[in-house]
């Protein structure tokens, strides 16, 4: 099993970036996707998150609005586009794989995680 996580970088307040989580190994169509944060000394933070299909989709609060999940079964990815970045978006950005029925915003919910992409956005 795999998930890598791309598409981090640098960016000024106001810009946007797009993440992709790249999946192997199991049957990703089968399962929820989410994407959630960690920034330094804090812990890990529900972003958003996917449902298999019908693609039902949840955000967290501060995120609606700005980001969008999505997912491509057939190339085993799922994308967050972020827009209007802001400082507090600063974070390492992990995707996560869960066998869940609905969609769970607790990180113990998920199975498979990726390695994480640094965002940093700069005021």
């Known amino acids: 099993v795999q998930l890598q996580a791309s598409g981090g970088g640098l960016v000024q307040a106001g810009g946007s970036l797009r993440l992709s989580c790249a999946a192997s190994?199991?049957?990703?169509?089968?399962?929820?996707m989410g994407w959630f944060r960690q920034a330094p000394g804090k812990e890990r933070e529900f972003v958003a998150g996917?449902?298999?299909?019908?693609?039902?989709?949840y955000y967290t609060d501060s995120v609606k609005g700005r980001f969008s999940i999505s997912r491509d079964d057939a190339k085993n990815t799922v994308y967050l586009q972020m827009n209007s970045l802001k400082p507090e978006d600063t974070a390492v950005y992990y995707c996560?794989?869960?066998?869940?029925?609905?969609?769970?915003?607790?990180?113990?919910?998920?199975?498979?995680w990726g390695q994480g992409t640094q965002v940093t956005v700069s005021s």
């Open positions: 190994g199991f049957t990703f169509s089968s399962y929820v």
């Open positions: 996560g794989a869960g066998r869940n029925v609905v969609i769970d915003t607790s990180a113990r919910a998920y199975d498979y």
């Open positions: 996917i449902r298999r299909s019908p693609s039902f989709t």
